[in-house]
């Protein structure tokens, strides 16, 4: 009677969330429109929606969301929302799977999961709130990795590819499969990837697919000059639009404060320099996680969470154009620092735990502060203080070492 009543009031509160947010006009109406234009025949990638946003996805995804677009909004937002969350259960599901938790008590297994929902929180929000593809793009690249582990090899590659294909930012997926030997994986990745940017001719033509192509290349292109001085938006995070403000004065941010911010003013080539080289810093970093040499496969299932999750966490920090909602692809990282204090709670020194668990507790501030003290937000978006957070994230995943040494050779 107790878990019928709890699965009922979930249900309830689920209902409720689900309905009071299907009455915003969010991202989706962006590509649905989008779609609608597709099958008129216009460059969707030309065309500008809602104060000038422009869509910034795949054609063959505007092919599949096409029959949502007959629908009233309430209703594609509902059944949005819901896919979401679905989502979101699934991606818990497969990082319990991929963590060895096979020692957890009850209560450290309790202690784990609401850590991590509760950091997670605020970037689930607002990936629903905003009617945003995040959720989905992380799902493609946990489930599909899942696969690979598991030697289910085309069913891996077709679900990564369908996230690359989507948005971009799962192509960091690739050399990291290429390097710890997943050739299979790789290589039905690339194949998929292939066959999705192609396949839409079938629906709208070889000629309209290639114009849009060439398109949105021009568009995404991370070379173009809005995306090395990324402040179009107060809600931009990541390097890009972190050092544009620490290292130019002048930045074009209509909704920045008078306070400054910048501790330099160097032209625009040099701050595409430095960027460049911050972001190749980063990415060479993560051969300290990775600890072998190529092709050889993780030692421990511990091993392989950890280098995943800074794989994943890279993608809000060196990609350009990333919003707030985008760094949900930190929290495997914070999962598995708070799941590194619980196993080895005996043979840390009492010290490192105390440092460790106080730099949790701050990145978990930092990260939740617009849930927990809203008022000051646009201080939080001035600073860009997420992006320190992730930073700071990164030096807390470097310092919790995986002791494990048992074998990952187990289906994941």
């Known amino acids: 009677i107790k878990k019928y009543l709890i699965y009922s009031l979930g249900f309830l509160l689920a209902a409720a969330y689900i309905f009071l947010e299907s009455q915003n006009r969010g991202d989706l109406t962006i590509y ?3 779609s609608r234009d597709l099958f008129k025949g216009d460059d969707i990638f030309v065309n500008t929606y809602f104060d000038g946003y422009h869509y910034f996805y795949s054609v063959l995804f505007a092919i599949l969301i096409y029959p949502l677009s007959f629908l009233p909004m309430w209703l594609y937002n509902s059944l949005w929302i819901t896919l979401n969350i679905f989502f979101v259960y699934r991606i818990f599901l497969i990082i319990k799977n991929l963590l060895p938790l096979h020692d957890f008590s009850k209560k450290h297994l309790m202690f784990l999961r609401v850590c991590g929902f509760l950091f997670a929180l605020r970037f689930i929000h607002e990936n629903i709130h905003a009617m945003q593809i995040t959720i989905i793009i992380m799902y493609l690249a946990l ?8 030697n289910k090899y085309i069913s891996g590659g077709a679900l990564i590819a369908l996230g690359i294909n989507i948005k971009l930012l799962p192509i960091v997926l690739v050399p990291y499969l290429l390097y710890r030997g997943f050739f299979k994986g790789a290589i039905f990745t690339i194949a998929f990837y292939v066959l999705y940017m192609f396949i839409p001719a079938v629906v709208i033509g070889w000629d309209h697919n290639q114009q849009l192509l060439a398109t949105w290349g021009h568009l995404i292109n991370p070379l173009n000059s ?6 179009e938006e107060r809600s931009f995070h990541g390097l890009s639009t972190l050092l544009s403000t620490l290292l130019v004065k002048n930045v074009p941010d209509k909704h920045a404060l008078t306070i400054p911010r910048n501790i330099a003013d160097i032209s625009i080539e040099h701050l595409n320099l430095i960027l460049n080289i911050v972001r190749l810093i980063l990415i060479a970093f993560t051969l300290y996680f990775l600890r072998s ?3 050889k496969k993780p030692v421990t299932f511990y091993q392989r969470f950890r280098e995943v999750s800074y794989i994943l966490m890279l993608i809000p920090l060196i990609f350009p154009h990333q919003q707030h909602y985008a760094f949900l692809f930190v929290c495997p990282a914070f999962v598995f620092c708070i799941h ?21 507790i701050l990145i978990y501030l930092i990260c939740n502060l617009k849930l927990l003290l809203g008022e000051f937000n646009e201080y939080y978006e001035h600073f860009k203080i997420l992006t320190y957070a992730a930073i700071l994230l990164v030096i807390v995943l470097a310092f919790c070492e995986p002791k ?5 050779n187990a289906t994941a």
Not at 143 to 150: I, K, S
Not at 340 to 360: A, D, G, P
Not at 404 to 408: G, P, T
């Open 293 to 295: 040499a190529p092709f």
């Open 143 to 150: 489930q599909g990795l899942q696969f690979v582990f598991a």
């Open 404 to 408: 494990e040494k048992e074998s990952v």
């Open 340 to 360: 590194y204090l619980i196993r080895n709670r005996n043979e840390l020194k009492t010290n490192f735990k105390k440092t460790i668990s106080f730099m949790l």
């Open 32 to 34: 649905l429109n989008a």
């Open 226 to 231: 809005n995306h090395v001085l990324d402040t």
